[in-house]
């Protein structure tokens, strides 16, 4: 356990790490080319070193642990490589469903079959070509399942025909996986919620780089917004204006809440500025859940009711992030509603704070770092359990809230 106690001042120049999403899509891409080329700048989390040595190592048995992205991703690309393969993970892993994206690999020619429970890894994969085809998928699962069919489609014996039926959650990730692919040479025609890809040959002319992460960034981001040196500054170097990535949208979304942010050559500057938010705030995270966590807790540290939608995929993240959510801010005086397993409100009603809140983080890298500014609009330090979690997509999180004059004690 961390004991986590701000500075007075924030003031930090921090170089993010690069970005999970992108370094784990062009793994796969980049796999599955005819000339594969360097990818630089490559994250180190735990999710993309999981991803690496699935593809450089020759290893029958590949365990992701709790790397979600990684069981995605690695089920559809082995699916399609010569060999037989037992996919597995933590205890948390295998509770994880993964059936609708099995069922669409089966339908175009894929052989897995479940070691343990219908439905739930371990599985057992039979590598061999697939045949392609078309696949009606529903929009509202994990945008992980598309995007792993997605890059696997050029490979396909008749290419794949995707059409995402109903509402379509966590769309700046697909796109983000269809701009990858085109970065790569391979077209993809999209209209409406159809995807199209015939079969052809990923090739990149020249080395790959990978941006920073702008989800790690949200967090600096609740940082600036919670602080109450009016005169915080924080750069966080390596984050592209014309991102592809969706979370670059959290400029936006805290803008209102007294975040200016500042583009130069060398990343992004956030600042104090007046807060602008209109309450209740009410929000449509269904293109970038990861960013809930973050939000919540700023706003109700700012004491700001809000509505937050779009939320259906958090229950099967690392933990239920709604109840872990709910839980934890509870601790802190405060009492959200979770409605419809999709809806998250707080209306501004509170209960007795615990004295010394002690902060679950539920296996999950996102609660760590979602809770940890609290510590600044306080005054009195956080505790935060397991919080090597923060591995799993930001490692040096740690290290760089020091360089900040963060004191972190272990106990």
């Not at 010394?356 to 940890?372: G, K, W």
Request: charged share 20%.
């Amino acid at each position: 356990m961390y004991f986590i106690k701000a500075p007075t001042a924030l003031k930090a120049a921090i170089l993010l790490p690069a970005s999970k999403s992108i370094s784990n899509r062009v793994l796969i891409i980049n796999a599955l080319s005819k000339h594969p080329k360097p990818i630089h700048n490559l994250s180190v989390c735990d999710d993309t070193k999981v991803v690496i040595n699935a593809l450089v190592e020759s290893n029958l048995v590949i365990d992701v642990g709790a790397a979600g992205t990684a069981m995605r991703f690695l089920t559809a690309y082995l699916s399609g490589q010569p060999g037989d393969y037992l996919l597995t993970g933590t205890e948390r892993m295998k509770n994880r469903p993964i059936k609708i994206l099995v069922d669409a690999l089966r339908t175009v020619g894929a052989q897995i079959e479940y070691k343990e429970k219908d439905g739930y890894p371990p599985l057992q994969i039979t590598g061999q070509p697939l045949k392609g085809g078309e696949i009606e998928l529903d929009g509202s699962i994990s945008s992980q399942y598309i995007s792993a069919l997605l890059m696997i489609a050029p490979t396909m014996t008749n290419g794949l025909r995707l059409h995402l039926a109903g509402h379509i959650i966590s769309k700046s990730y697909i796109n983000l996986t269809v701009q990858l692919m085109r970065q790569f040479g391979v077209i993809v025609f999209n209209e409406g919620a159809t995807f199209a890809v015939l079969p052809q040959q990923y090739n990149m002319n020249d080395d790959f780089i990978v941006e920073a992460d702008w989800s790690a960034a949200s967090y600096w981001y609740e940082m600036v917004a919670l602080s109450n040196d009016i005169n915080a500054s924080v750069t966080l170097k390596g984050l592209w204006p014309d991102s592809l990535q969706g979370d670059a949208s959290i400029a936006a979304l805290f803008d209102p809440l007294g975040v200016k942010t500042s583009f130069s050559p060398l990343g992004v500057t956030l600042t104090k500025k007046e807060r602008t938010v209109e309450s209740p705030l009410q929000l449509d995270f269904t293109s970038m859940p990861d960013m809930a966590q973050t939000m919540a807790v700023t706003c109700v540290m700012l004491r700001i009711p809000f509505r937050f939608t779009g939320l259906q995929s958090l229950k099967i993240k690392e933990t239920d992030r709604l109840l872990a959510l709910q839980t934890e801010i509870r601790k802190l005086g405060y009492l959200l509603n979770i409605h419809h397993d999709n809806t998250l409100i707080w209306s501004g009603a509170g209960c007795e704070a615990e004295t010394a809140p002690v902060i679950a983080t539920y296996e999950d890298h996102r609660m760590a770092m979602a809770f940890t500014p609290v510590t600044l609009c306080t005054g009195d330090g956080i505790s935060i359990t397991d919080p090597h979690v923060v591995s799993k997509s930001y490692p040096s999180f740690w290290e760089n809230l020091q360089k900040a004059a963060f004191l972190i004690t272990e106990r």
